[in-house]
Protein backbone atom coordinates (compact mmCIF):
# COMPACT_ATOMS: atom_id res chain seq x y z
CA UNK A 1 0.00 0.00 0.00
CA UNK A 2 1.60 3.31 -1.28
CA UNK A 3 2.12 6.28 1.12
CA UNK A 4 -0.21 9.65 0.39
CA UNK A 5 3.40 11.36 0.82
CA UNK A 6 4.72 9.48 -2.01
CA UNK A 7 1.75 9.20 -4.14
CA UNK A 8 1.51 13.11 -4.24
CA UNK A 9 5.32 12.90 -5.17
CA UNK A 10 4.60 10.62 -8.25
CA UNK A 11 1.79 13.17 -9.08
CA UNK A 12 4.14 16.05 -8.68
CA UNK A 13 6.65 14.69 -10.97
CA UNK A 14 3.82 13.98 -13.38
CA UNK A 15 2.83 17.53 -13.27
CA UNK A 16 6.68 18.90 -13.83
CA UNK A 17 6.96 16.57 -17.02
CA UNK A 18 3.82 17.90 -18.65
CA UNK A 19 4.49 20.19 -21.24
CA UNK A 20 2.93 23.72 -20.64
CA UNK A 21 2.31 26.15 -23.41
CA UNK A 22 3.07 29.56 -22.62
CA UNK A 23 1.07 32.00 -23.78
CA UNK A 24 2.70 34.80 -25.93
CA UNK A 25 2.59 37.57 -24.45
CA UNK A 26 5.22 40.62 -23.34
CA UNK A 27 4.32 40.47 -19.80
CA UNK A 28 2.48 37.69 -16.69
CA UNK A 29 1.27 39.32 -13.45
CA UNK A 30 2.28 36.75 -10.36
CA UNK A 31 -0.98 35.71 -10.73
CA UNK A 32 -0.90 34.15 -14.22
CA UNK A 33 2.86 32.86 -12.94
CA UNK A 34 1.32 31.26 -10.26
CA UNK A 35 -1.22 29.39 -12.47
CA UNK A 36 0.76 28.13 -15.55
CA UNK A 37 3.72 26.77 -12.88
CA UNK A 38 1.56 25.69 -10.61
CA UNK A 39 3.16 27.55 -7.56
CA UNK A 40 2.34 29.60 -4.84
CA UNK A 41 2.90 33.52 -5.19
CA UNK A 42 4.47 33.48 -2.01
CA UNK A 43 7.02 30.48 -3.60
CA UNK A 44 7.50 33.15 -6.37
CA UNK A 45 8.63 36.06 -4.45
CA UNK A 46 10.38 33.98 -1.89
CA UNK A 47 12.23 32.42 -4.91
CA UNK A 48 12.68 36.37 -6.63
CA UNK A 49 14.96 36.28 -3.12
CA UNK A 50 17.28 33.51 -3.96
CA UNK A 51 17.56 33.41 -7.45
CA UNK A 52 19.14 36.43 -9.03
CA UNK A 53 18.36 35.66 -12.46
CA UNK A 54 14.55 35.74 -11.46
CA UNK A 55 14.06 39.45 -11.23
CA UNK A 56 11.07 40.90 -12.85
CA UNK A 57 9.85 44.57 -13.45
CA UNK A 58 7.67 46.48 -11.41
CA UNK A 59 5.02 48.53 -12.83
CA UNK A 60 4.25 51.87 -11.17
CA UNK A 61 1.54 50.45 -8.91
CA UNK A 62 4.18 48.04 -8.35
CA UNK A 63 2.91 45.23 -8.96
CA UNK A 64 5.14 42.49 -10.32
CA UNK A 65 5.62 41.94 -14.62
CA UNK A 66 7.44 38.62 -15.68
CA UNK A 67 8.36 38.04 -18.63
CA UNK A 68 8.38 35.02 -20.40
CA UNK A 69 12.31 34.21 -19.89
CA UNK A 70 11.07 34.84 -15.86
CA UNK A 71 8.60 32.67 -16.63
CA UNK A 72 11.12 29.81 -18.23
CA UNK A 73 13.26 30.25 -15.37
CA UNK A 74 10.87 29.44 -12.95
CA UNK A 75 9.94 26.34 -14.79
CA UNK A 76 13.48 25.37 -14.47
CA UNK A 77 13.98 26.21 -10.82
CA UNK A 78 10.90 24.30 -10.07
CA UNK A 79 12.06 20.85 -12.57
CA UNK A 80 15.66 21.33 -10.10
CA UNK A 81 14.32 21.81 -7.06
CA UNK A 82 11.28 19.09 -7.27
CA UNK A 83 11.87 16.88 -10.24
CA UNK A 84 15.59 16.37 -9.54
CA UNK A 85 16.15 17.65 -5.81
CA UNK A 86 18.03 20.21 -5.50
CA UNK A 87 18.97 22.37 -2.66
CA UNK A 88 18.46 25.99 -3.79
CA UNK A 89 22.04 26.71 -3.18
CA UNK A 90 22.42 24.07 -6.15
CA UNK A 91 19.91 25.40 -7.91
CA UNK A 92 21.20 28.56 -8.23
CA UNK A 93 24.61 27.34 -9.09
CA UNK A 94 23.16 25.05 -11.88
CA UNK A 95 21.35 27.99 -13.70
CA UNK A 96 24.35 30.39 -13.21
CA UNK A 97 26.67 27.82 -15.11
CA UNK A 98 26.92 29.52 -18.62
CA UNK A 99 25.50 27.55 -21.56
CA UNK A 100 27.05 27.85 -24.81
CA UNK A 101 24.02 28.14 -26.84
CA UNK A 102 22.10 30.22 -24.85
CA UNK A 103 24.46 32.95 -24.73
CA UNK A 104 25.10 33.02 -27.73
CA UNK A 105 21.38 33.69 -28.77
CA UNK A 106 20.95 36.18 -26.22
CA UNK A 107 23.27 38.07 -27.71
CA UNK A 108 22.51 37.35 -31.15
CA UNK A 109 19.39 38.73 -30.12
CA UNK A 110 20.32 41.43 -28.52
CA UNK A 111 22.54 42.92 -31.59
CA UNK A 112 19.58 42.35 -33.82
CA UNK A 113 16.89 44.49 -32.48
CA UNK A 114 17.63 48.18 -31.35
CA UNK A 115 18.67 49.01 -27.97
CA UNK A 116 15.46 49.58 -25.77
CA UNK A 117 14.42 50.25 -22.16
CA UNK A 118 13.69 46.56 -22.12
CA UNK A 119 16.79 45.35 -22.80
CA UNK A 120 18.94 47.90 -20.70
CA UNK A 121 16.89 46.82 -17.47
CA UNK A 122 17.94 42.92 -18.69
CA UNK A 123 21.22 43.94 -19.11
CA UNK A 124 21.41 45.35 -15.47
CA UNK A 125 19.45 42.78 -13.92
CA UNK A 126 22.55 40.51 -15.04
CA UNK A 127 24.94 42.81 -13.73
CA UNK A 128 23.80 43.09 -10.85
CA UNK A 129 23.06 38.73 -10.86
CA UNK A 130 27.06 38.49 -11.55
CA UNK A 131 27.33 41.32 -8.66
CA UNK A 132 25.91 39.10 -6.22
CA UNK A 133 27.79 36.11 -7.09
CA UNK A 134 30.92 37.68 -7.14
CA UNK A 135 30.28 39.03 -3.88
CA UNK A 136 29.11 35.53 -2.16
CA UNK A 137 32.23 34.15 -3.36
CA UNK A 138 34.70 36.92 -1.41
Request: net charge positive.
Amino acid sequence: MARTGTSRRVQAAQTLLSVVEIPDKLYFRIGEVSQLTQTKPYVLRYWETEFPMLRPVKSRSGHRLYRRQDVETIFNIKRLLYGHGFTIDGARKKLAEPRDEDHAARQQHLFRSPVDNTHLKMIQRELHGILTMLSRKC
